[in-house]
């Protein structure tokens, strides 16, 4: 691997990384700061803004699960 192949790899990590950090629990819908509230016990996010509600990976699952 050349130098520059190495810190171009760097600088791709690096930026997939602040990505992730910048992005972390902001609104989808409008980029405002997302809050976690209980739903029927099960943590979901809501943005205190637009009201938005984000559910996580399996969150509408268990609450599907609650009514069935």
């Known amino acids: 691997m050349?130098?520059?192949e190495y810190f171009a790899r760097?600088?791709?990590e690096l930026r997939k990384r602040f990505a992730r950090e910048r992005?972390?629990?902001?609104?989808p819908k409008?980029?405002?700061d997302l809050h976690?509230?209980?739903?029927?016990?099960?943590s979901v996010d809501?943005?205190?803004t637009c009201l938005g509600t984000w559910f996580d990976r399996?969150?509408?699952?268990?609450l599907l699960a609650l009514f069935r």
């Open 23 to 27: 992005h972390f629990m902001k609104c």
């Open 30 to 32: 409008c980029g405002m």
């Open 58 to 62: 399996g969150e509408v699952e268990q």
């Open 46 to 48: 809501q943005c205190a």
């Open 10 to 12: 760097q600088d791709l």
């Open 2 to 4: 050349s130098t520059n």
């Open 36 to 42: 976690t509230i209980e739903l029927h016990g099960i």
